[in-house]
């Protein structure tokens, strides 16, 4: 796997991913950017969503749970000194779909977050991270 990341002005960069994807990243005004794109901190953030979330979906689909949405919400807690790792996130996801089996759920999250999820595996050497979920059914 390659990336590569290109100065572009002041504080923001272009990544590019080696699958020919691009992406902005920028600080904020009080450092010197012009908040055109997510922080590089938020991205890492955003890769262990995405990660996490392609687990889930997948093990659902395979299990045949007829998923309609699936949403992750990250918070994280960074430590006040340099540098700033992650100390602590915690990864929600809230599923919805119809009939859906919330043991089946409970068990996607677990294999994402224990044995999958190679982002979530990676930063939870340096954060704690706590994986929750909810579910919501859809009405017929």
């Given at each position: 796997m390659k ?14 991913s080696?699958s ?17 794109g ?11 969503g ?6 889930v979906?997948?093990?659902?689909s ?15 807690q960074r ?16 599923v919805t ?10 068990r996607?999250?677990e294999?994402?977050a ?16 706590t994986?929750?979920y ?7």
């Open positions: 990336a590569r990341v290109k100065w572009l002005e002041a504080r923001a960069f272009v990544g590019e080696g020919g994807h691009a992406v902005v990243m920028d600080g904020p005004p009080e450092v010197g950017g012009r908040n055109l997510p922080r590089p901190m938020e991205m890492l953030l955003l890769g262990m995405g990660c996490a979330s392609f687990d979906v997948s093990i659902l395979k299990q045949r749970q007829r998923i309609t949405d699936c949403v992750a919400e990250i918070e994280a430590a006040e000194s340099d540098p700033k790792v992650f100390t602590e996130i915690t990864l929600r996801f809230i779909g119809f009939d859906l089996d919330e043991k089946k759920v409970a996607a999250v294999l994402s224990e044995k999958y999820c190679s982002a979530s595996i990676m930063l939870g050497q340096v954060a704690r991270i994986h929750q909810e579910v919501r059914q859809e009405a017929r």
